[in-house]
Every structure is written in C-alpha cells, then in structure tokens.
C-alpha cells in the first residue's frame, strides 16, 4: 500500500474560499427580543440579544437523518416532565404540520422562567418555569405566533416567532430564563402508529440581564431565525 509514501505531496491544502473573510458571516443565527410595556401599554424596556443555545432535544432530532439511520441507533428526546422517548429513524419521521390526521409536530409556547442553568445544551426544561395563570407569581400566556411565510432577503431567509405574556398577579415578576418548546410526534411508515413524544424543549437561553415585567404590565417575546445572513 502506498497510504504512508509521500503523504506531504498530497493536495491537502485549506481551499481559499473555505475561509471566512469580512464579507462573510456565519450561515444561522438566531436573535431574542423582549419588549416590556407598564399597565398603560406604554414600551418602557426593550432587551436584544444573540440567542445560541439549541438544547439536546434540537441536535437529536437532527442526527436520526445521518448518523442513526446509518448505525441503526436509537436516539433519546426528554420532554419538558422528564420523560424520556427512544426513537430510530428507521422506525418512522417526524412529521410537519398540516391539517391531516397525523400532524403534531408544531410550537407550542416561548415558555419563561425565573432560574437559570449553566449548561443550556443538557436543559429538558426552564429551571424555574413560570406558570401560565393569572395567581401570585404567574403570567397569562397569550398563543404563540408565527408567520405564516419565510421572509427572504438577499441571499438570507428567516422566520419569526413570537408570544406576548400579562402580568395581572398583583406584583412585579422577574424572568431571567426563555426557552422554545414544540411537541414532537413519530409516524411510523404509512402513519401504520403514531409515538408521541410531548412538549419538548428545543431552545434555550438564559437572559444576559434580569426583565422585570410590572403588575398590569406584560411582554412580548420575538425569537427571529436566520439562515445564512
């Protein structure tokens, strides 16, 4: 075998345009706005920050397209209570929504908390999730949004998500955690059976600074996903 016989003579080199020049940018970001209003709807805070933190949750999901389907693996989702569901790709897919019979893979809420985690990629959910409800230390949580189409501009595509949250519990409420939950379900090869694996936390990002939101007061939360920018 000629593996090892000059092995400095092959065309091994870092092509040019494989290098990141000034012009160019990473090809998916993804950025966090929170807009804070007092009780007269009036916009007293607005936080911005990068968002970089897809769970666990998000990278296994996308593994079964590459590396499961070819060792036969299983791989392992935890929903937001801790209940942990294997799954092989070989075995079925993840469906996307529509109005058909089996189509529940869809968002399901911008969740807020109080806590914080060091290690958001390991996080099955916020560490100190606040409720949604209208009692002491909750938020009422209005539906979640998103648009209907990709915003294209240029050579870069995004999409948008967004939820506003009221403060009616009688006191300042303090967040410092977000997170993105969407329920995941499994069809089986001709929708022959359905797996469903529940709400299941995909993003997560702990706030570079505290949000107070004051009583009568709410937020609204707009994660923006940008493909390459």
Same mark, same amino acid.
């Given at each position: 075998?000629?593996?090892?016989?000059?092995?400095?003579? *092959?065309?091994?080199?870092? $092509?040019g345009? =494989? +290098?990141?020049?000034?012009h160019?940018?990473?090809?998916? @970001?993804?950025? *966090?706005?929170?807009?804070?209003?007092?009780? %007269?709807?009036?916009?007293?805070?607005?936080? @911005?920050?990068?968002?970089?933190?897809?769970?666990?949750?998000?990278?296994?999901? *996308?593994l079964? !397209?590459? +590396?499961?389907?070819?060792?036969?693996?299983?791989?392992?989702v935890?929903?937001?209570?801790?209940?942990?569901? #294997?799954?092989s790709?070989? *075995?079925?897919?993840?469906?996307? $929504?529509?109005?058909a019979?089996?189509? $529940?893979?869809?968002?399901?809420?911008?969740?807020?908390?109080? &806590?914080?985690?060091?290690?958001?990629y390991?996080?099955?959910? !916020? #560490?100190?999730? /606040? =409720?949604?409800?209208?009692?002491?230390?909750?938020?009422? +949580?209005?539906p979640?949004s998103?648009?209907?189409?990709?915003?294209?501009? &240029?050579d870069? #595509?995004s999409?948008?998500i967004?939820?506003?949250?009221?403060?009616?519990?009688? =006191?300042?409420?303090? /967040?410092t955690?977000?997170?993105?939950?969407?329920?995941?379900?499994?069809?089986g090869?001709?929708? #022959?059976?359905?797996?469903?694996?529940?709400?299941v936390?995909?993003?997560? %990002?702990?706030?570079?600074?505290?949000?107070?939101?004051?009583n009568?007061?709410?937020?609204?939360?707009? +994660?923006?996903?940008?493909?390459?920018?």
């Amino acid at each position: 075998m000629m593996v090892g016989n000059n092995i400095e003579e *092959l065309p091994a080199s870092i $092509p040019g345009d =494989a +290098y990141q020049d000034k012009h160019s940018s990473p090809t998916f @970001k993804a950025h *966090l706005v929170i807009v804070v209003r007092d009780k %007269d709807g009036k916009v007293i805070n607005i936080h @911005k920050q990068r968002s970089h933190s897809p769970t666990a949750n998000f990278v296994q999901v *996308l593994l079964p !397209l590459s +590396y499961y389907t070819i060792t036969g693996n299983t791989v392992t989702v935890t929903n937001i209570s801790g209940s942990s569901n #294997a799954w092989s790709f070989t *075995l079925g897919s993840y469906s996307y $929504p529509n109005t058909a019979t089996n189509n $529940p893979s869809y968002l399901v809420m911008i969740q807020v908390g109080s &806590g914080q985690q060091s290690n958001p990629y390991s996080s099955h959910n !916020l #560490a100190a999730p /606040i =409720a949604n409800g209208n009692g002491p230390g909750q938020l009422s +949580y209005s539906p979640p949004s998103i648009l209907q189409n990709i915003i294209v501009s &240029g050579d870069s #595509a995004s999409f948008v998500i967004s939820q506003t949250f009221t403060n009616v519990s009688g =006191a300042t409420i303090t /967040i410092t955690e977000v997170g993105v939950v969407v329920n995941v379900q499994n069809n089986g090869p001709g929708c #022959a059976y359905t797996q469903n694996f529940g709400p299941v936390l995909m993003w997560y %990002d702990t706030l570079s600074s505290p949000i107070s939101i004051p009583n009568g007061g709410g937020i609204t939360i707009y +994660y923006t996903f940008i493909v390459n920018p």
